[in-house]
Each structure stands twice: as structure tokens, then as C-alpha cells.
């Protein structure tokens, strides 16, 4: 497991589903889009529509294109 990055921050949160651990599977607040006290992850950065982001409960560390804001597109319908 790796360790928490060192310029994790937790004034700076992102609430996204973990790809590794899923921990917010099952969370009432989590599948109705509201943020949850407990299943937020470290925001250590964005760049445009990426977020670099990291889980506190399996330190699993990931990208997350949001396709939103500056760099992002949005598909054709």
C-alpha cells in the first residue's frame, strides 16, 4: 500500500468513488450525490479537468477526468 502523499490536505477534498477499494458502495448519502462525511478523498491537485486525487482508506492514487471546466468537452448527445 502506499503512503498518504505528504501534501495531502484535508481542507481539500474531492467525493468520487475510489476505482480500487469502492468503500462508498452501499452509502446512503454517496448514491444520492450529496457529500458524505466519510467517503471523500485528498484533492492533491487539477490541472484543467483533471483531478490527481488520493483514497485515505487504501491510499490508492488515481487521475479522474471530470470533463468539466477548463481543457474538459463535453460529448455530443
Not at 450529496?34 to 483514497?55: F, I, K, M, P, T
Request: glycine share 10%.
Amino acid at each position: 500500500m502506499l503512503p498518504i502523499d505528504p501534501d495531502a490536505d484535508i481542507a481539500r477534498r474531492a467525493w468520487i468513488p475510489c476505482p480500487e477499494c469502492r468503500d462508498d458502495r452501499g452509502c446512503h448519502d454517496c448514491g444520492s450525490g450529496r457529500n458524505c462525511r466519510d467517503h471523500w478523498r485528498y484533492l492533491l491537485s487539477a490541472a484543467g479537468s483533471v483531478l490527481h486525487v488520493q483514497c485515505p482508506g487504501c491510499a490508492h492514487l488515481w487521475r479522474h477526468e471530470t470533463r468539466f471546466g477548463a481543457g474538459g468537452h463535453r460529448p455530443f448527445p
